[in-house]
């Protein structure tokens, strides 16, 4: 089973992945998490993702098609949750054509909905450990290690949120849409509790 998570930022997109990879077994594609691992490295890429995620933009078409491509061979045997992608309709017919080549499609698209103001907030709370690189929320997820180093990433100051946000209504919601019209889309009302979130998932997945 391939399943798709979309959402606007803030939508807890990487919880619900958690839970659906924990019930039947399927591997995480990350690709927040992908990107910004090659921004800080020496990367011949880094220089243009670390711009363009520190701005709100997408990260470049070829170099997402590169790393999708190399995950799914990899993981060829395997369901996956694509967490964050495809951001556009280009790159949704992208994976659908590269899964296609393994003999696999996409099972399910589910859209995670939140409000603009309920995403600035929960991301606007987004701390990171610079020490650990641990991931917390000033609201719902209190900082528990000791190395007081917390910091705020660009990409979450209410400014680049608002970019980031336009660009995902624009070019990533699409994406939604057209599964919707090819019959595998599935709209959460993700402004309620994980646990609920979660059973309603699973509760319609067929």
């Known amino acids: 089973m391939n399943i798709i998570l979309l959402g606007p930022q803030g939508s807890g997109k990487g919880t619900q992945a958690e839970l659906l990879i924990k019930k039947f077994g399927l591997q995480h594609f990350e690709a927040g998490k992908i990107l910004r691992s090659i921004a800080n490295s020496d990367n011949q890429h880094s220089k243009e993702v670390k711009v363009a995620l520190n701005s709100g933009n997408l990260a470049p078409d070829e170099l997402v098609r590169l790393i999708v491509w190399d995950f799914i061979n990899k993981h060829k045997e395997q369901g996956s949750v694509f967490d964050g992608y495809p951001r556009s309709v280009a790159q949704y017919v992208q994976l659908k054509d ?18 603009e103001s309920e995403s600035v907030k929960r991301l606007s709370a987004r701390r990171q ?25 660009e990409d979450d100051k209410p400014e680049a949120i608002k970019k980031r946000l336009e660009i995902y209504r624009a070019q990533t919601h699409p994406v939604f849409e057209k599964a919707k019209d090819e019959g595998i889309g599935i709209e959460i009302d993700g402004e309620r509790s994980v646990e609920i979130i979660h059973k309603d998932i699973l509760s319609r997945l067929k």
């Open 98 to 115: 590269m899964l296609a080549r393994f003999g696999q499609k996409i099972d399910h698209a589910i859209d995670i909905e939140i409000s």
């Open 129 to 153: 450990c610079a020490v650990c690189g641990e991931v917390y929320n000033l609201i719902t997820e209190p900082p528990t290690c000791d190395h007081n180093q917390l910091i705020q990433r």
